[in-house]
């Protein structure tokens, strides 16, 4: 499966971003998707995940309310809306795939993973 992550760039706080990731090479409606985020200097951090069918999401702490995660499993894509943006919010992000089934957040339930894009918001 080889995902590819688009749509960061700078923005000023309070402000929104979508990003979007495609998926080829496998089959995707068979597969979690999960979007997270990496801040210079810190590790990995969930952002959020969506079922296989799109019915169920889960979000961390720090995004809840601002953020949506969806999926359009007729194009193979994943998509983040983030809006109300912060300063604490710049990272790469960088969606993955789930082949197997389960729920967890943590980061070694995801098979693969895309080559991140840079999302900066300022102040």
């Known amino acids: 499966v080889q995902l590819q992550a688009s749509g960061g760039g700078l923005v000023q706080a309070g402000g929104s971003l979508r990003l979007s990731c495609a998926a080829s090479?496998?089959?995707?409606?068979?597969?979690?998707m999960a979007w997270f985020r990496q801040a210079p200097g810190k590790e990995r951090e969930f952002v959020a995940t969506i079922s296989e069918s799109g019915s169920y999401t889960e979000y961390g702490n720090s995004v809840k309310g601002r953020f949506t995660i969806w999926r359009d499993n007729g194009k193979n894509t994943v998509d983040l809306e983030m809006n109300s943006l912060k300063p604490e919010d710049t990272a790469v992000y960088y969606c993955?795939?789930?082949?197997?089934?389960?729920?967890?957040?943590?980061?070694?339930?995801?098979?693969?993973w895309g080559q991140g894009t840079l999302v900066t918001v300022s102040s």
């Open positions: 993955a795939a789930d082949v197997h089934a389960g729920w967890s957040i943590g980061i070694d339930e995801f098979d693969h």
């Open positions: 090479g496998g089959t995707f409606r068979n597969y979690r």
